[in-house]
């Protein structure tokens, strides 16, 4: 049953789904699930097009490319009911994320994300709203940590690669853990779940990929893939991505490293031995090639995955959770997804 | 270009040629699709509307409302009679060019997912298989005919038949007709039969709710306007939309609204019937809504006529010239029509369906049908369902559902060639919290009221109906939502190691 790379989450999950679902049960409500609230799709397209553009613009410093993330960032709410810490953890600033009025439960799963930008802006709070809505939807209580790992180009590769791995080290004795990571970041997630397994360490039960970047080859033109901006058509479709921005970032975390190494793009790399992949990508995304060969590759290794194309949304659309009824679907579904890894034998 | 039907390669198969599979083969031709074909297991197109041609056969929904809304048409009356609906199934076929499209005498019996091609196989009772990347079963709910198994009932000497089989061959005038059944077909059809009959004798397990229908033939003034001035059609269907809602309200969820319509019913049926005992008959010992509200301006002045006896006792054995009722009644009949329904709870069960890993959908809708939205079930990517579980409706029209139903269809052609997937999975966890959903939403409605029908399964659980607004669904329905899915990738064999 377990060699069945796409076997289908056993009935008792479904089962328990669905008692879950019932026993929260809201009768009241008139309206199916999944009729979400948010705000219109194509206005919020049209302001992160905005965002994108003015935050990810290559011609301005890195710095002041974070300053203004972080203003736009700042500005996405946030689920009710969502406490926010941080510390230190396996030496690397830390973020951890738990729900208030789960605090006291039984020990918790950890999930440890791995937030999106380039390698060179960003940090925790890009990644907030997706990662609140995840621990919302879990069937079980869920701690998040989001690592503040360092920023390419004052650190490029490996330092990223180091602090992730120092964090995992850090709770791989506290419980069962599941990994995710958008955009750099779910490159990140997947390229140290490789390096724990080359180590021979513990595996985590699960790894979410929101967007992933696994090809950075693809970015600099270097040979083994598509490149970034063979298809006009999706560059004018991404209102967030420009393939000059992501050559930029390539660069700079690459710093002299081949971007055909497996630690720098884990879409080289042998996937075998892998715990379920969950890969989400967003239609008009000019990464989304890289997430789609990923689930193929997963296939042909025998690791099971899950692809979902979210046709018609942009790049790490999840990260609008709460403000896109879609972002808060995709988060639900990793939710989803991480509980049902997390219930599987094998797991406690 | 029509394709030769013989093609064993197709982008869409449709099982079924009645209102749902005629619709989606519509919409997909004006969105430009044409590789599809429609199979259909009888001689002819129609579906419902085609096997139930008894006498007075009429939708209970002003035809405004029961027709596609991209296919508009002059209906000579305000609730058409079956052949009117039929002869606008055919114009629906003429108008598109369908009849190429179809292959009458196609039955199929099997459907297979092949995972390394990521297409279905389609299986027919000739043995033939054909291949198709999506499949849409579009056989409805009401369509094989349930005759109780009465003993002796090979014994009868004259003529018997369900009314979805009606013999048009038996003159009924001057005989003695016994009627099983008081449901939606009997009640169209005994006032027809009674017209003619020497005597008629309905069989009556539990009384309905017949409520009047505002039926009348349009003047010619009237329907040259509305050809003058289309709008009116749109609120005529708008008005009669609005009052399905209304009802849908206390079926769903207003109990005092509910009280108000049945106090309502009371006192129309009290000016029906003076006769204390024949109102004590025709009063239903269930919820109104419960079972399936019916609509007749000619139920209760039939059943006062002289040559009419309404029987409340079940029939217990079928004798040569007659039958016997549970208390030991004898009733002489020379004919013997069964207005009995439909095998309902066993939702495409007349197809072998195996998914994803050989799974089976027997064995996954074992509890009953697990769906979402009634349109996919999680383990059988690229198969859709019109009019499937749970999207049935105890107050509207069907054609509104069908036609959100079809929108997913197109909607999910349409995301699997933008991002380049084989294959469509609804998730399980989707399934799931739908599958929730309704089982809490249905606890307040009338259908899980304690009563016996076909809208719930033997323990209750509603498997039919829509348990809220239909525009709720639509909502829903009409924008394919990619998150609610997962992609299915074509199985590749497992590496040598």
């Known amino acids: 049953m377990s060699a069945d790379p796409t076997s289908l989450p056993s009935a008792p999950l479904a089962l328990a789904e669905e008692a879950r679902a019932g026993a929260r049960g809201r009768p009241g409500l008139l309206a199916p699930p999944g009729l979400g609230l948010g705000v219109p799709r194509g206005l919020l397209r049209g302001f992160m097009g905005l965002v994108g553009r003015w935050a990810f613009d290559p011609a301005v410093p890195f710095e002041a490319q974070r300053r203004r993330l972080a203003l736009a960032g700042r500005s996405l709410p946030r689920p009710r009911g969502l406490g926010v810490v941080g510390e230190v953890v396996g030496g690397v600033p830390t973020e951890r994320l738990w729900l208030t009025r789960r605090r006291a439960a039984d020990p918790a799963v950890t999930l440890v994300h791995f937030h999106g930008g380039g390698y060179?802006?960003?940090?925790?709070?890009?990644?907030?709203a997706f990662v609140g809505h995840v621990l919302l939807g879990a069937s079980r209580p869920v701690e998040a940590l989001l690592p503040a790992y360092r920023l390419a180009p004052e650190a490029p590769f490996p330092a990223a690669l180091e602090d992730a791995l120092a964090v995992l080290d850090a709770v791989a004795e506290q419980g069962p853990v599941v990994v995710s990571g958008d955009s750099a970041g779910a490159g990140l997630a997947l390229a140290a779940t490789l390096a724990r397994r080359d180590a021979g360490a513990s595996l985590p039960a699960a790894v979410v990929l929101h967007c992933p970047w696994l090809d950075l080859g693809a970015d600099l033109g270097v040979a083994g893939g598509g490149r970034r901006d063979e298809d006009p058509a999706l560059v004018a479709r991404d209102v967030v991505l420009s393939p000059a921005w992501l050559a930029t970032c390539a660069e700079a975390y690459c710093g002299g490293r081949s971007p055909l190494d497996p630690a720098v793009s884990p879409l080289h790399a042998d996937l075998r031995g892998l715990p379920p992949l969950l890969v989400q990508v967003a239609g008009d995304d000019l990464l989304h090639p890289d997430g789609r060969r990923l689930a193929v590759a997963a296939e042909q290794a025998g690791v099971p995955c899950q692809l979902s194309v979210a046709v018609g949304l942009w790049h790490d659309f999840g990260m609008q959770a709460g403000l896109l009824a879609a972002g808060t679907r995709a988060a639900?579904?990793?939710?989803?997804?991480?509980?049902?890894?997390?219930?599987?034998?094998?797991t406690s | 270009m029509v394709e030769g039907l013989g093609s064993a390669e197709w982008d869409v198969a449709i099982i079924g040629a009645g209102f749902g599979g005629l619709g989606l083969a519509?919409?997909?031709?004006?969105a430009g699709r044409e590789r599809f074909v429609v199979l259909e297991a009888g001689q002819d197109i129609g579906g419902t509307w085609r096997d139930n041609t008894y006498p007075g056969a009429a939708c209970d929904v002003p035809s405004h409302l029961y027709s596609y809304s991209f296919f508009?048409?002059?209906?000579?009356r305000r609730f058409a009679g079956q052949p009117e609906i039929l002869a606008y199934l055919r114009r629906l076929a003429d108008a598109y060019g369908l009849w190429p499209r179809i292959r009458l005498g196609a039955d199929v019996v099997r459907l297979d997912f092949d995972e390394t091609s990521c297409t279905w196989q389609v299986g027919l009772a000739s043995g033939e298989t054909l291949r198709a990347k999506v499949v849409v079963s579009a056989v409805g709910q009401l369509q094989r005919p349930r005759v109780p198994a009465l003993p002796g009932l090979e014994s009868f000497s004259g003529p018997s038949w369900h009314s979805a089989r009606w013999r048009h061959d038996v003159d009924l005038r001057g005989l003695r007709v016994g009627v099983v059944g008081t449901g939606a077909s009997a009640i169209q059809f005994v006032p027809e039969v009674a017209k003619v009959a020497a005597q008629t004798v309905v069989f009556q397990r539990s009384a309905p709710y017949v409520v009047p229908k505002v039926d009348r033939a349009y003047r010619p003034a009237e329907l040259a306007l509305v050809r003058r001035v289309p709008v009116l059609r749109q609120l005529d269907r708008a008005r009669v939309y609005l009052y399905g809602e209304s009802l849908g309200l206390g079926l769903v969820r207003s109990r005092a609204w509910l009280a108000v319509l049945t106090w309502l019913w009371r006192r129309w049926m009290w000016s029906q019937v003076p006769d204390p005992a024949l109102r004590?008959?025709?009063?239903?010992?269930?919820?109104?809504?419960?079972?399936?509200?019916?609509?007749?301006?000619?139920?209760?002045r039939t059943l006062r006529r002289e040559d009419v006896v309404?029987?409340?006792?079940?029939?217990?054995?079928?004798?040569?010239?007659?039958?016997?009722?549970?208390?030991?009644?004898?009733?002489?009949?020379d004919a013997l029509i069964f207005g009995t329904g439909f095998e309902t709870t066993d939702f495409l069960s007349t197809i072998e369906v195996s998914g994803r890993g050989g799974r089976r959908l027997a064995e996954h809708w074992a509890a009953g049908p697990r769906t979402h939205l009634g349109l996919a079930s999680s383990g059988f990517p690229n198969l859709f369902f019109l009019y499937g579980p749970n999207t049935n409706l105890g107050s509207n029209s069907i054609l509104f559902m069908l036609e959100g139903q079809i929108a997913h269809v197109l909607g999910a052609l349409a995301t699997m060639e933008a991002a380049g997937l084989p294959a469509l999975e609804v998730r399980p966890e989707v399934e799931a919290e739908f599958m929730a959903w309704v089982e809490a939403q249905s606890r307040r409605t009338a259908w899980t009221s304690g009563c016996r029908s076909w809208y719930t399964t033997a323990e209750g659980r509603n498997t039919h109906n829509w348990p809220s607004f239909t525009f709720l669904?639509?909502?829903?329905?009409?924008?394919f939502d990619p998150l609610a899915y997962r992609a299915v990738l074509p199985r590749v064999p497992a590496p040598v190691a």
């Not at chain 1, 639900?332 to 094998?346: E, W």
């Not at chain 2, 269930?286 to 209760?300: A, E, H, P, Q, T």
């Not at chain 2, 669904?473 to 924008?479: E, G, H, V």
Request: proline share 7%.
């Open chain 1, 120 to 128: 060179c802006v960003g940090g925790p709070f890009v990644a907030r």
């Open chain 2, 280 to 300: 004590d008959a025709c009063t239903p010992d269930s919820v109104m809504g419960c079972k399936r509200i019916l609509f007749s301006n000619d139920w209760y």
């Open chain 2, 310 to 333: 309404l029987v409340t006792e079940a029939v217990a054995e079928v004798l040569p010239g007659g039958v016997r009722t549970t208390s030991g009644r004898e009733v002489a009949l």
């Open chain 2, 473 to 479: 669904y639509r909502l829903q329905a009409d924008r």
């Open chain 2, 72 to 76: 508009p048409a002059t209906w000579p």
């Open chain 2, 26 to 30: 519509a919409r997909l031709l004006d």
């Open chain 1, 332 to 346: 639900k579904q990793a939710a989803a997804f991480l509980s049902g890894a997390l219930m599987a034998p094998g």
